[in-house]
């Protein structure tokens, strides 16, 4: 096990963990006002201190952690769930006029950055975890149908492709059986990559009021709480922040410990 | 070449078009009449009749759609609802603020990240590298509206060598405006020169192990010569994809980063117009956001044909 | 005096020992060939003559290049060798040349590095040297990119690369390997040229004995990194000493008895089969272009009948086997297997399908890497209307493991536990396991090294014997085709130029371009027969 894979591993589940004992504890409400508590600096009472409204930060980002998985999870599953068997598809029968229409199509989802696909249905249904949700996950079928189809396509030029199309096997069954095994570490990696770029573009989205509303905790939406508060309450920026650097460091730390570990050669793509 | 670029020019136009097709019908979509919106709710209904007539609601959805993507050829937005000015306007202000803010960004981070990428592969390895490559992990996992409030809290309200916000305007002079954009852009780019360092990085160790650069060693070229002379041209290819994507987050992470500093870009025009739910603005800008993201990749293609030859010739 | 001298050159990569007591030596104007299977260091020598060795080597010894040891010599000191007093021409032409710049610009370079001369002479010399390599600029402007240039081409400019400063020593790791036989015969003669015109030493790396025998003043044969024997080519041909000399020769030339072919029953039957590609269009509105890979062929393969099919890359040999396996539709003619098309309705039909199977050239991208050896030679059952199960199927699994010279207990591993010789024996398994009427063999032994090849012909040899087989043995190695096949035919351009009985068309060839074909082939010499008898190692 490398460097990265075990550091990498820590800290992302050191905030699975937070999220998930947020659940039965917190040390204290994360949506109780204590104003005459407020913006306390972080002390043994508040570990990271406490909001405006006296609210208790480490309870919050416990809270905020769990928001910030589900909606990046849930979007790379949208991801997964729709954009690989695009992309095996469109490589089972490369070059024809499917092939063509999921790849145009694709091209297409691409100039529409996840920010812009937010604020179109914002501007449609309003702002809310479940639209950005749809947002980022939108934005992530074309990044699995691309590395999905550029995988496959090399697969189905080996010759243990031809050697299964000769004894009878069918494009389904081939990308079932053949395909789809041989590019599951190469989709594990992305998926985590995707995962921590999900997290960053949540907190993006909270950041400017498209994400989840209040009174649901989100880091972004601590972010722009803080923003008006920096100068004299620097641990309101800080901690949020920090918090969204461990998780998507990890992240990230992970899915190149993993790539190492599984196959050297899969090439990531980072955008 | 002019074939290719041809080929690359129909593709974007129907990119394009369906792009807007796309746009217009998410659109159409949003429930509630932008008349009774903008007249409130006790309006008498032959003054919202007029007022649809006048906003061009009372057409067709197809003629509407026409009518939109024929005034945007001519230059023409359509009014907006709130504000009853001609959106074309609107978004030519406020652009003098975003599109220079994402190619300050775009060059910072090319500046930043070649120069880093290329010493890291040229060091692969070694101390040099694994700073460079350690530095790019933080980048990458650093939100960028986080270290814009960062940048502002130590540069602007405890150093005071910027402002912490606002544009001062290009009619102060150049260098005026230049500067009150340094801190969005520095916030912007940093993180996207640790994406694009990596991708340089990789890019030309890949190339490292091709056979020419071994056939160049052989010639008599040092490694480092090698290195410049037959690895980075070939290394730019793959890296201008990345460019071209990148183009599009800068674009998209300069309406979040306005927020930060207080802008008067285009992101700020979008949010008071989801707010006061003044669509025909939403529309324009996002379609405006599609165009330039297309224009920029449509760019990168032809570029892609400056670098390789093999592009050049085929059709 | 030598002009390249080694003396017990080792090698060590990361503390693995690579090359052990290694010594040879170059005299100007004279070839010699360095030979050995994979695995025996040939190459390594090359690189480490050129100090071009990958990371963590660690060589002792010494490499006297005009009595200066190379080994001694500092980095920036070796940059002015290569190029300069040593060229090198790589084995791949198609990935040795830069894609983004001009050949012209890729010659001149090694003249301007060693700054030999100002730019503009370098580029008339650069142009020199390209019309002595054979590209005249009238064909083959000093402007053109790699990618306009054949592989013999790109060869050509590499050579070019190589010599333009007039190198006293002159380093090919397997110059032809890659190129089709005329080719490589156009290529091994310029070198030939060159050295006799330059007075240059040659050293050449090769795995081909009938190019060295062909080429070499002297030859140097290696194995496992150590130098098994050398000496002067016709006497080292007249007298091998080391017993892996002898073996290496003889599996080279290595000859195999087939049982007498049985019946005249038609069992393949291909007739004016036509199968185009789609060219990218021209312009928008021009028409589509088409490619004919395969021009009216037709031909029948009997039962019991072994038939080979020859040519050079991009013939159509490969677009006929997938032809006929079904994989692809044609466009005019058809293909009938024991009377059934094999292609019915725009679809692969199954019942011809069932009948035939396929043995691929490469014993590395044959196999999922994530099944087990049962799992991956019973695959062909998918294609039965009632596969055999339960013990049945594991009789079945025991039989042919064993048929091809494996044990049963391989059913339960992974490929990856095989060396590239076992992984074509499994190949052959899977391809035997439903009992097709026909095998079609594609390059089947091409990648082999040969003596892992002599054992695979061999095997095969014996299952025509064991189990009656029809193949269609495709390959671009005539020496194999010539003792594994019945009748043989000549591919060219889509269309068969000539076939007949295997023997008659090697003696006496009828159609110029299989004239052409066997001549320029490079063959072993003949010597005592008595050497055949060598039992292989396994």
């Known amino acids: 096990m490398s460097r990265n894979l075990i550091l990498g591993t820590a800290l992302s589940s050191l905030v699975l963990l937070a999220a998930l004992i947020s659940f039965v504890w917190t040390p204290y409400d994360h949506a109780a006002l204590n104003i005459p508590d407020k913006l306390q600096a972080p002390d043994t009472r508040h570990w990271f201190g406490t909001d405006h409204f006296g609210r208790d930060m480490f309870s919050m980002i416990m809270v905020g952690a769990r928001t910030s998985i589900a909606v990046a999870l849930v979007a790379v599953g949208i991801g997964m769930a729709l954009g690989v068997p695009l992309g095996l598809t469109a490589a089972a029968h490369k070059g024809s006029w499917l092939d063509e229409v999921i790849m145009r199509g694709n091209d297409l989802v691409f100039a529409f950055p996840s920010l812009v696909i937010a604020i179109l249905i914002t501007a449609v249904f309003g702002a809310g975890a479940l639209n950005a949700i749809i947002a980022i996950g939108i934005f992530n079928i074309p990044v699995f149908a691309r590395i999905t189809r550029g995988a496959a396509l090399t697969l189905w030029e080996r010759e243990f492709i031809l050697a299964a199309r000769v004894s009878g096997k069918g494009a389904a069954r081939i990308s079932a059986e053949h395909i789809l095994p041989n590019v599951a570490n190469l989709l594990i990696v992305q998926g985590t990559i995707q995962f921590s770029l999900g997290i960053l573009a949540e907190a993006g989205l909270s950041y400017v009021g498209l994400g989840a509303q209040p009174p649901t905790p989100s880091w972004g939406r601590m972010l722009a709480d803080a923003q008006t508060m920096v100068s004299f309450a620097p641990h309101l920026a800080l901690i949020p922040g920090l918090a969204i650097i461990v998780t998507v460091l990890g992240l990230n730390l992970l899915g190149d410990g993993l790539r190492d570990w599984l196959d050297p050669r899969i090439r990531v793509a980072r955008a | ?249 800068l ?64 059709t | 005096m030598s002009l390249l001298d080694i003396q017990t050159l080792s090698l060590a990569i990361h503390g693995t020992p690579i090359l052990k007591q290694v010594s040879l030596a170059v005299a100007p104007g004279e070839i010699v060939a360095v030979t050995g299977e994979s695995g025996s260091g040939k190459s390594m020598t090359a690189l480490a003559i050129m100090q071009l060795l990958p990371t963590g080597a660690e060589a002792q010894g010494t490499i006297m290049l005009n009595g200066h040891n190379v080994l001694d010599h500092p980095e920036a000191e070796m940059c002015a060798l290569r190029g300069a007093a040593i060229g090198m021409v790589f084995q791949e032409p198609m990935t040795a040349l830069n894609p983004v710049r001009t050949i012209g610009d890729q010659v001149a370079e090694t003249i301007l590095i060693h700054k030999a001369m100002p730019s503009a002479q370098a580029r008339e010399r650069a142009q020199e040297v390209l019309i002595r390599v054979g590209l005249p600029p009238d064909r083959f402007p000093m402007s053109r990119y790699p990618h306009e240039l054949s592989g013999g081409q790109r060869q050509r400019v590499v050579i070019a690369m190589a010599i333009a400063l007039r190198p006293q020593l002159l380093i090919a790791d397997e110059p032809t390997t890659a190129l089709d036989v005329t080719t490589q015969a156009q290529i091994l003669e310029l070198l030939k040229g060159l050295v006799d015109e330059y007075g240059m030493g040659l050293l050449m790396i090769t795995h081909d004995l009938a190019v060295v025998s062909e080429m070499a003043d002297r030859i140097v044969v290696m194995r496992q990194g150590e130098v098994v024997e050398t000496g002067p080519t016709a006497q080292l041909l007249r007298d091998m000493q080391h017993p892996y000399t002898r073996l290496l020769f003889e599996a080279s030339g290595h000859q195999v008895i087939l049982p007498g072919a049985t019946s005249q029953r038609p069992l393949l039957e291909v007739t004016n089969v036509a199968r185009d590609y789609r060219l990218p269009r021209e312009g928008l509105f021009d028409a589509l272009g088409h490619h004919r890979a395969v021009d009216g062929v037709s031909f029948t393969l009997n039962r019991g009948e072994r038939l080979g099919l020859v040519g050079e890359s991009g013939c159509g040999k490969s677009t006929l086997t997938r032809a006929i396996l079904g994989l692809e539709e044609v466009q005019e003619g058809r293909i009938l297997l024991d009377g059934q098309p094999v292609f019915s309705g725009r679809k692969p039909n199954p019942a011809a399908r069932q009948k035939m199977q396929v043995v691929f050239q490469d014993p590395y991208g044959s196999f999922n890497p994530r099944h087990r050896v049962s799992r991956l030679i019973t695959e062909p059952f998918h294609a039965l209307d009632t596969p055999p199960r339960g013990t049945q199927r594991q009789d079945r699994i025991a039989e042919m493991l064993t048929a091809v010279g494996l044990h049963p207990n391989d059913a ?27 095998i079609l063999f594609d390059e089947a032994v091409s990648a082999l090294d040969v003596s892992v090849r002599a054992q695979i012909l061999d095997l095969l040899a014996e299952l025509c014997a064991a189990y009656d087989l029809t193949y269609l043995f495709i390959s671009h190695d005539l020496s194999v085709v010539r003792t594994i096949t019945d009748r043989v035919m000549v591919m060219r351009s889509g269309r068969i130029v000539e076939q007949g009985e295997t023997e008659r068309v090697f003696t006496n060839p009828q159609h110029p371009y299989t004239q052409n074909l066997i001549a320029a082939a490079p063959r072993l010499p003949e010597f005592g027969k008595g050497a055949a008898q060598v039992n292989y190692p396994c």
Request: glycine share 8%; aromatic share 10%.
């Open chain 2, 1 to 249: 070449m002019l074939r290719y670029a041809l080929k690359r020019l129909l593709s974007l136009i129907l990119s394009l078009a369906v792009a807007s097709v796309v746009i217009f019908t998410v659109i159409e979509v949003a429930p509630g009449d932008p008349a009774s919106f903008m007249l409130g709710v006790n309006a008498q209904e032959d003054t919202l009749a007029a007022l649809r007539a006048e906003l061009g609601l009372d057409a067709s959805k197809v003629q509407r759609y026409f009518n939109w993507v024929g005034g945007m050829l001519a230059g023409d937005f359509g009014t907006s609802y709130t504000y009853r000015t001609p959106v074309s306007q609107m978004i030519a202000d406020r652009l003098w603020v975003s599109l220079p803010l994402a190619l300050f960004a775009l060059t910072l981070s090319t500046l930043i990240a070649f120069p880093a990428g290329i010493y890291a592969a040229a060091r692969r390895g070694k101390p040099g590298d694994l700073t460079v490559m350690g530095a790019t992990q933080l980048g990458i996992a650093v939100p960028n509206f986080w270290f814009a409030m960062m940048l502002v809290l130590i540069f602007a309200i405890n150093l005071r060598w910027f402002n912490a916000g606002g544009f001062a305007g290009w009619d102060k002079g150049f260098w005026t405006g230049l500067h009150s954009l340094t801190l969005p852009a520095i916030a912007l780019a940093l993180p996207q020169a640790a994406i694009l360092a990596r991708v340089m990085r990789s890019s030309l160790l890949d190339i490292l192990g091709e056979d020419f650069m071994r056939t160049a060693r052989a010639k008599g070229l040092s490694r480092r010569q090698a290195l410049w002379r037959h690895g980075v041209r070939n290394a730019l290819i793959p890296v201008l994809t990345i460019i071209g994507l990148q183009f599009s987050f």
């Open chain 3, 412 to 438: 339960h591993k992974y490929i990856h536990e095989f060396s590239g010789g076992q992984r074509q024996r499994i190949a052959i398994a899977r391809a035997l396991i439903t009992r097709p009427e026909l």
């Open chain 2, 251 to 314: 674009l998209a992470g300069s309406i979040i980063i306005e927020q930060v500093f207080y802008l008067p870009g285009l992101g700020r025009l979008v949010f008071q117009a989801i707010s006061a739910r003044d669509l025909i603005v939403v529309e324009s800008v996002v379609m405006l956001l599609v165009f330039a993201v297309i224009t920029v990749n449509f760019l990168v293609d032809l570029a892609y044909a400056a670098v390789d030859p093999r592009l050049r010739s085929r």
